[in-house]
């Protein structure tokens, strides 16, 4: 078994406790406090020795307090039921007592909100100005959403991508986006285009190429054959958003051909597909279709937090892709999540 160190098993011990869904920003109510940015972490509320921070947005009146504050350069550590989590110093609230503070630090900043829709199960990369900076997983009916906080007011290039359950990546959405401090933007009816591998790099004329992808389910998925004769065809999604469509190409010309895809839903449309080439030829080369490790659910090559956060997305629900039930025993229970330990990298 894989070394995990004693922060990260502490971590996850917790979190496979209390499984319940984390905020990304740290607010208070009241006066003389300061606001706070998680970046690891701990399930339910938090407050420390010099600092108050709650990861939920309600009073302070019930929080839990922990020992062992610690700031530097604007990083804090918080020590709460013997687990460690770190954040950001983001703002300061109005000030009490003595003439009192400025206040209006904590609304200099601005958040931004992604809606919309990938595939079941998926985690939903965000990326700001190239870097990626959060991921969330997918529902099953592939809806997501994530919210950005603590922006500096000004211009932003955002991106949303996604990866299959086959471990291929989607086409990378961009979005530039405008932000006012003290504000929350909202960008909905993002609808991720499908992925789109195939079979064969090259395929004998006459023989079966497979175009297959991911999308939301129950979609009617058209899919288009760039040839001297070009194809479009159709075909629909399953619950769990995968499609599949077989080629004769008996009906392609010896040659280069490109093939693409796109969804529609009954209220949108995506946008098209990556466009892959192919080769008819007179035998076949396989193509070597994205794979996932054992418990690596985001098929990166690693088992880490990641992973751990996209299963304990699924944890007791149904519904859920095949692959994450790790031991195949049909549920996502905590037997998953030892196995998972089993395989963590870093």
């Known amino acids: 078994m894989k070394k995990v160190s004693p922060l990260i098993l502490g971590?996850?011990?917790?979190?496979?406790?209390?499984?319940m869904p984390m905020g990304t920003s740290a607010t208070q109510t009241g006066g003389g406090y300061t606001v706070y940015d998680e970046i690891t972490p701990i399930p339910g509320i938090i407050s420390g020795s010099g600092f108050n921070a709650r990861s939920d947005g309600l009073p302070i009146s019930s929080v839990v307090t922990g020992n062992g504050y610690v700031s530097t350069g604007g990083i804090f550590h918080i020590t709460v039921g013997g687990t460690t989590g770190t954040g950001t110093t983001t703002g300061t609230g109005p000030g009490t007592g003595g003439g009192g503070g400025t206040g209006g630090g904590g609304n200099s900043?601005?958040?931004?909100?992604?809606?919309?829709?990938?595939?079941?199960?998926?985690?939903?990369?965000?990326?700001k100005d190239g870097a990626a900076v959060l991921s969330s997983p997918a529902g099953p009916d592939a809806s997501f959403e994530i919210t950005i906080s603590n922006l500096n007011a000004g211009s932003y290039i955002f991106g949303v991508s996604s990866v299959d359950n086959n471990g291929v990546?989607?086409?990378l959405q961009t979005f530039p986006v405008t932000v006012t401090a003290g504000t929350t933007?909202?960008?909905?009816?993002?609808?991720?285009?499908?992925?789109?591998?195939?079979?064969?790099?090259?395929?004998?004329?006459?023989?079966?190429?497979?175009v297959?992808?991911?999308t939301i389910p129950s979609a009617q998925v058209t899919v288009y054959f760039h040839s001297t004769n070009p194809i479009t065809t159709s075909v629909l999604s399953s619950a769990g958003g995968a499609w599949l469509y077989k080629l004769d190409t008996s009906v392609l010309?010896?040659?280069?051909?490109t093939t693409q895809a796109r969804s529609t839903s009954p209220t949108d449309i995506s946008t098209l597909s990556s466009l892959l080439s192919f080769q008819v030829g007179d035998t076949d080369i396989l193509n070597k279709l994205g794979t996932c490790g054992k418990a690596d659910l985001n098929c990166d090559t690693r088992v880490n937090i990641v992973d751990f956060s996209m299963l304990a997305f699924w944890y007791k629900k149904s519904g859920f892709p095949v692959r994450f039930d790790i031991n195949g025993d049909g549920k996502i229970n905590i037997v998953d999540f030892s196995i998972m330990m089993y395989y963590w990298t870093a």
Do not use: N, R
């Open 11 to 19: 971590i996850l011990g917790i979190v496979l406790l209390a499984m």
């Open 109 to 127: 900043l601005a958040t931004a909100v992604f809606k919309g829709k990938a595939y079941p199960g998926s985690l939903v990369t965000l990326t």
């Open 169 to 171: 990546k989607s086409i």
């Open 185 to 210: 933007t909202v960008i909905s009816g993002i609808f991720l285009p499908p992925t789109i591998s195939i079979d064969k790099t090259q395929v004998k004329q006459g023989e079966i190429l497979t």
């Open 212 to 214: 297959l992808g991911q």
């Open 253 to 257: 010309e010896y040659g280069s051909h």
